[in-house]
């Protein structure tokens, strides 16, 4: 249910039971006060015309019982109420009837035993039947107090409970007519407040979205103009924040390229002298350089194996640096994957076989092709394959490339039974030179750039990598890469 509706109902509930009391309160007592008002009209009339009924009885109880009703008619006709009267003596006799004597009848008759105790008593009394007729008693005394007659007035209230009827049907209407009035009241009300929330509402989706601009200036001097104001200043301060972070992302983007440019040139520095050591080293081991001595060519290969390395780890910084400068310019094309695959595994297979390990590979479709930079791939392909190699004391290496889903992306997956990679560590495998154990560099050497390159070649071609291992049985490492025109591994698998 929204706002607007729970306002609407609560608004509406109120004002229906406001409304609702009010009027019942008024009905009531506008019914009790006609009520009231009228009994005591009938009292008073019959208490004035209560002597002259018993003086026209009294001259007239010989004679015919139509002169004595015409001498009572008027008494009838002035009043709205009275049906008919009756004389009744102490003892509970009917002397005279009106509706009676009308038709020049006189029929003494025993009253009601129900009215009985109230002909017995000297003073004016009443009581409403259930037929809301008021009967009126007024006893009439002598002058020495002896109780002689009781003149009983017999009021119908058909008319005046037609008219207070009348007036009830009105006043419910019109409470109903103001019920709706308040629904209709309280709609517009919730619409008014709901609506300044809507417009708050949809230009917080808009800055979600991203429009710095959108405009929360709602004029409205209660607590939702505070909140506008509030999401005013908060999209004020939001768009100063980005556009200084914007400002300061440029400026790291530049300390960067400044960063990755310096780390170029300084690899190609050292890259020129460490090669014309290693060539000289190599010619002095082949003895173009005059003759030495055993131990100086045993010196000289420890030597030249440590420039190799320190080569092979300053090519790896200008790789990643190369990736990061020129990310947007990569020499793309089509590459053959099954080719690349079989070649990187040619490569390594003399370093698995001095440890003795089986490495092997799958080709189940030779004819997977990207769109690529051929020499990221298989830079990206010989790196897993190396690291496989390098942590695998015993068991095997398989290399796998296959179709994925649909042959909208190719995979490849390589996995070893070598040492694994601890649980805790697997998030930061793909960080710059980070190796999961510092024992690590010293046991298998390398700076923890392998798995960096990887990941940068992946990003770079729109795939996925993903890595499953355990402590002590191996790691799997997997490549999602989108086919050649099949634009996004990321978004082809879901991911």
Known sequence: MSIRTKIAVVYSLLFSLLIGISGGLYLYSYVETNRKSIIKQIMNYAEIATPTIIHSFEYYKETSPLLLYREIYPILENSPYLSHVEIISPQGVVLFNSKDARMGLIKPKNVPY???????????????????????????LDEFGHHLYTVHYVNTLASSLERIR???????????IAIILSVIVSTLVARGITAKIDRLKQAAIALEGGDLNVNFDIRSRDEIGELALVFENMRKTIKSNILKLQRTLEELKELDRIKNEFIANISHELKTPLTAAIGYISLIKRGKIGQASPEVLGALTIVEKNLNELSLKIDSILQITKFQMYREHLDKKKVNLSKTVKKCVETYKPAAKIKNIELSSSIYDENLFIDGDEKSIESMICNLIDNAVKFTNTGKVMVRLRAGQNREYAVIEVEDTGIGIPKDKLKKIFDRFYQAESSTIRRYGGIGLGLSIVKEVVDLHGGIIRVKSKEGEGTLFRVLLPLRGEGNAKENTGN
């Open 114 to 140: 129900n009215i009985l105790p109230y002909i017995k008593k000297l003073y004016p009394t009443s009581f409403i039947d259930e037929n809301y007729t008021v009967h009126v008693f007024i006893p009439f």
């Open 166 to 176: 009348n007036t009830l049907i009105a006043m419910i209407l019109v409470i109903i």
